[in-house]
């Protein structure tokens, strides 16, 4: 099933796919079906309804209920050093070594290819990562996992393969394959660190909301059309990671550090 799976992926024009269906997502829905189209994808993929500041009849399109930001109160931000960037699942985490990044259990990825850049890679050399797959019921905002400043942003083109566990097994190097935004950072402590929003079969579109400046722990950075994947990278020197797992729930927010 899985060369099958590997196949079929490789093949199908995802990048046009992926386009009509941003185009799709974005287009206009008439007021009056809006409440019930958007409760019954939040039955069907499990997205939460109760947080939600606008009224579901205001949310012009799917693409923008995707985006759909949060009432104030529905993700605190933790004291800590460093918290989770994203709602979503954990694939892989925990500190990395000789620059490569696993992908999942037996099959690793080089971080300068990720990052498109080998100098960067080499300042986080040594650090740790977590990699997190937002499903498309998902909160789809991303957030600074830290204090710092972004010194910038790079788009990096690609190909656009879903992201699901079953596709993450299968596909060598996706996630340096896939298109995607690197931010590059530093903490307020100097170290170096990188939020990477990687692209994803159906994602209507990345927005970058941050590209330089300051950034508060738990500020908006960007935010995705669909579902995807975020990979946080701490460089040496920095905060902890809490231990976790694959397939472990994570929240936006909540502490990644002691």
């Not at 933790?78 to 892989?92: E, M, Q, Y």
């Given at each position: 099933m899985s060369t099958l799976r590997r196949v079929t992926l490789t093949a199908?024009?995802?990048?046009?796919?992926?386009?009509?269906?941003?185009i799709l997502t974005a287009t206009p829905l008439p007021r009056f079906v809006r409440a019930g189209f958007f409760r019954w994808f939040a039955g069907r993929y499990g997205a939460s309804l109760e947080d939600i500041e606008t009224n579901l009849r205001d949310f012009r399109s799917?693409?923008?209920?995707?985006?759909?930001?949060?009432?104030?109160?529905?993700?605190?931000?933790?004291?800590?050093?460093?918290?989770?960037?994203?709602?979503?699942?954990?694939?892989?985490?925990?500190?990395?070594?000789?620059?490569?990044?696993?992908?999942?259990?037996?099959?690793?990825?080089?971080?300068?290819?990720?990052?498109?850049?080998?100098?960067?890679?080499?300042?986080?050399?040594?650090?740790?990562?977590?990699?997190?797959?937002?499903?498309?019921?998902?909160?789809?905002?991303v957030h600074s996992a830290f204090a710092g400043t972004v010194l910038n942003v790079t788009a990096i083109k690609g190909t656009l393969f879903p992201?699901?566990?079953?596709?993450?097994?299968?596909?060598?190097?996706?996630?340096?394959?896939?298109?995607?935004?690197?931010?590059?950072?530093?903490?307020?402590?100097?170290?170096p660190a990188a939020i990477v929003m990687v692209g994803a079969y159906n994602v209507g579109g990345t927005k970058v909301t941050v590209s330089s400046g300051a950034i508060e722990c738990g500020q908006e950075v960007g935010q995705f059309g669909f579902g995807?994947?975020?990979v946080l990278v701490i460089g040496k020197g920095g905060s902890e990671l809490l231990p976790a797992v694959p397939e472990q729930r994570v929240i936006m927010g909540e502490p990644a550090s002691e």
């Open positions: 199908l024009p995802k990048v046009p796919l992926s386009r009509l269906c941003g799917l693409q923008a209920f995707f985006r759909r930001g949060l009432k104030n109160s529905a993700r605190p931000i933790a004291d800590r050093d460093l918290v989770w960037p994203c709602d979503g699942r954990i694939v892989t985490a925990g500190a990395f070594e000789n620059g490569r990044i696993p992908q999942v259990k037996g099959n690793d990825y080089e971080l300068a290819d990720l990052l498109g850049n080998n100098e960067f890679a080499q300042e986080l050399a040594g650090g740790q990562q977590a990699t997190i797959y937002l499903a498309p019921g998902d909160y789809h905002r992201v699901n566990p079953p596709a993450v097994r299968c596909i060598d190097n996706l996630f340096v394959r896939n298109s995607r935004h690197v931010f590059r950072c530093r903490m307020t402590n100097g170290t995807s994947t975020v």
